[in-house]
């Protein structure tokens, strides 16, 4: 021992210089150890169920781009957060999840609040789970989490840690590594992908989540610019990577093999940069590629690349990609710029409730501001947004990677938790359906306490309609639990800080949502609106 320092002593000197001092969490007695004096220079932002905290964390790892640490309480509060980390994990957000540990003298008799079998519990939602076989080796496995979290693909990691361990003298100060976050492609294949391009006659360029992860929004315009292909978003995206008001962009890919195959007929090539080939959900059966069309695939994910069910593979980082294919690829002589789009816009305004979702976004359309990026989680409304609400800028939508219901609430406060991080000033705004908003409710205290500007829309239909389309479209008729009577969300709300208010026209929405732009804090505008189907083609 070099020193009289503490594995904690030794621990948050190693957190301070990798910039973790933000912990997210809900203390429990297995962490408290951890969290003894607590120091200044660091930042608690406490949710009230581990749900919450995880998602809250994803998205203030993801506004900020940068890891985010996260403390959960033993086997029972990692497994409130385990759905969250399911979206964590498929959207490559890079979490540090630390759980406490009962003390080590006792783990043989397996004694209450034990983390049984603590490193096979989180899988196969982390890329690494790590329990360390020493108190002096917390440092190292901190390091060590942090790389793996970090590197392509990125992702969250566990850490399970015995409350005896932060008291135990340390070796000595932690190493501290540096470690790449892009893998560069293999330049002869790419070269290869360049010359496939430049020979296809009809090709159809789809992106998706990875490039504006990656920071590549531009490298995406000047390629398709080149390119001069029609541009769609993957089907179902977490996050939008090309502005949707360009004269390239024309539309999201449906979400069924037989959907993809109608949409691609009459293309030679298509070229999938930064997303999974394909997002397929519900099944409709068909052919993955029509006859006569190829597929190349570009992803930092070799598991993505495995997965494809057809056309060739490059693994390497989208941006460096983009860059490269950006001033090697010329669209042909004669190549026509593809129609534009035509947007499903009604507009219905002025109206008085209950509303349609398509009356609800047209007002939104007319107040949101341009920098306000969007969380979404109103499943059933999701043809409006897009035609209302058009992502034009790198950081403005924000979804679940997993599709589980519950992540748009926190994940709008970890977003403006993240923008003021980076001393970022401007408003989230999230669309958000009534049954959705019931999963992780509480995460709005979080934003309350902390006087975020959020402001959630909550679109009041009464009933879970994305679920009432699955029953017709897989004929189970008689699904029960699918209708939500009873639930007065505005007072909810007002009970956990936030300003609240029901908007039952779009002047009273426009009213509401303006004054929501000039409050101290987050504001909750329920609007009732008309149950509707989606359509799930």
């Given at each position: 021992?070099?020193?009289?320092?503490?594995?904690?002593?030794?621990?948050?000197?190693?957190?301070?210089?990798?910039?973790?001092?933000?912990?997210?969490?809900?203390?429990?007695?297995?962490?408290?150890?951890?969290?003894?004096?607590?120091?200044?220079?660091?930042?608690?932002v406490l949710a009230l169920q581990e749900a919450s905290v995880v998602t809250i964390a994803d998205g203030f790892a993801q506004a900020t781009g940068k890891p985010a640490l996260v403390n959960l309480h033993t086997a029972a509060g990692t497994g409130n957060g385990l759905g969250s980390l399911v979206a964590a994990y498929r959207s490559n957000t890079p979490l540090i999840i630390t759980a406490g540990q009962q003390t080590r003298e006792m783990l043989l008799c397996d004694p209450y609040l034990a983390n049984k079998d603590e490193t096979?519990f989180p899988q196969p939602w982390v890329k690494w789970a790590y329990q360390p076989a020493r108190a002096e080796d917390v440092p190292a496995a901190f390091m060590r989490a942090y790389a793996t979290a970090l590197q392509p693909p990125a992702g969250p990691v566990f850490l399970s840690i015995p409350l005896d361990d932060w008291e135990k003298p340390a070796l000595g100060p932690a190493v501290v590594r540096t470690v790449a976050d892009r893998t560069a492609p293999d330049p002869d294949r790419l070269r290869e992908f360049a010359e496939?391009?430049?020979?296809?006659?009809?090709?159809?360029?789809?992106?998706?989540?990875?490039?504006?992860?990656?920071?590549?929004?531009?490298?995406?315009?000047?390629?398709?610019?080149?390119?001069?292909?029609?541009?769609?978003?993957?089907?179902?995206?977490?996050?939008?990577?090309?502005?949707?008001?360009?004269?390239?962009?024309?539309?999201?890919?449906?979400?069924?093999?037989?959907?993809?195959?109608?949409?691609?007929?009459?293309?030679?090539?298509?070229?999938?940069?930064?997303?999974?080939?394909?997002?397929?959900?519900?099944?409709?059966?068909?052919?993955?590629?029509?006859?006569?069309?190829?597929?190349?695939?570009?992803?930092?994910?070799?598991?993505?690349?495995?997965?494809?069910?057809?056309?060739?593979?490059?693994?390497?980082?989208?941006?460096?990609?983009?860059?490269?294919?950006?001033?090697?690829?010329?669209?042909?002589?004669?190549?026509?710029?593809?129609?534009?789009?035509?947007?499903?816009?009604?507009?219905?305004?002025?109206?008085?409730?209950?509303?349609?979702?398509?009356?609800?976004?047209?007002?939104?359309?007319?107040?949101?501001?341009?920098?306000?990026?969007?969380?979404?989680?109103?499943?059933?409304?999701?043809?409006?947004?897009?035609?209302?609400?058009?992502?034009?800028?790198?950081?403005?939508?924000?979804?679940?990677?997993?599709?589980?219901?519950?992540?748009?609430?926190?994940?709008?406060?970890?977003?403006?938790?993240?923008?003021?991080?980076?001393?970022?000033?401007?408003?989230?705004?999230?669309?958000?359906?009534?049954?959705?908003?019931?999963?992780?409710?509480?995460?709005?205290?979080?934003?309350?306490?902390?006087?975020?500007?959020?402001?959630?829309?909550?679109?009041?239909?009464?009933?879970?309609?994305?679920?009432?389309?699955?029953?017709?479209?897989?004929?189970?008729?008689?699904?029960?639990?699918?209708?939500?009577?009873?639930?007065?969300?505005?007072?909810?709300?007002?009970?956990?800080?936030?300003?609240?208010?029901?908007?039952?026209?779009?002047?009273?929405?426009?009213?509401?949502?303006?004054?929501?732009?000039?409050?101290?804090?987050?504001?909750?505008?329920?609007?009732?609106?008309?149950?509707?189907?989606?359509?799930?083609?």
């Open positions: 021992m070099t020193d009289s320092k503490t594995v904690h002593d030794v621990t948050y000197d190693l957190l301070r210089k990798l910039g973790l001092t933000t912990v997210f969490g809900n203390p429990g007695s297995t962490e408290q150890s951890f969290l003894a004096d607590f120091p200044d220079d660091f930042t608690y096979v496939r391009i430049n020979a296809a006659s009809r090709p159809l360029l789809v992106v998706g989540p990875e490039v504006d992860r990656a920071g590549a929004w531009d490298a995406a315009v000047a390629f398709a610019e080149r390119f001069g292909a029609p541009v769609y978003n993957s089907a179902l995206p977490d996050r939008i990577s090309f502005p949707e008001d360009h004269p390239l962009y024309q539309g999201t890919l449906p979400m069924t093999i037989a959907g993809v195959e109608q949409l691609v007929h009459g293309h030679d090539l298509v070229v999938v940069i930064g997303a999974q080939v394909f997002r397929y959900y519900p099944y409709v059966a068909g052919e993955y590629l029509p006859e006569g069309t190829e597929l190349l695939q570009i992803t930092a994910d070799p598991h993505m690349a495995a997965v494809a069910p057809v056309g060739d593979s490059l693994i390497g980082d989208v941006k460096l990609a983009l860059s490269y294919l950006a001033g090697a690829v010329q669209a042909p002589a004669g190549r026509q710029a593809p129609p534009p789009r035509k947007l499903a816009r009604v507009p219905e305004a002025p109206a008085s409730g209950p509303l349609t979702p398509n009356a609800v976004y047209e007002v939104l359309s007319t107040l949101k501001p341009v920098d306000s990026p969007l969380v979404m989680e109103s499943t059933s409304t999701i043809a409006e947004a897009q035609a209302w609400l058009p992502v034009t800028r790198s950081g403005g939508f924000y979804a679940t990677g997993s599709g589980g219901i519950g992540w748009g609430v926190p994940a709008a406060v970890g977003v403006a938790l993240g923008d003021r991080a980076r001393g970022v000033e401007r408003h989230v705004v999230a669309t958000i359906g009534d049954g959705s908003f019931q999963y992780s409710i509480q995460s709005i205290w979080t934003a309350a306490q902390h006087k975020l500007p959020i402001v959630y829309v909550v679109l009041r239909n009464g009933e879970y309609a994305i679920l009432k389309s699955f029953a017709l479209l897989e004929k189970t008729p008689g699904v029960p639990g699918l209708d939500l009577p009873g639930l007065d969300i505005a007072s909810l709300a007002k009970g956990f800080g936030c300003h609240a208010v029901e908007a039952n026209s779009t002047d009273e929405l426009a009213t509401a949502f303006t004054v929501a732009l000039d409050a101290d804090g987050p504001t909750v505008i329920v609007v009732p609106t008309k149950p509707q189907l989606p359509f799930l083609g």
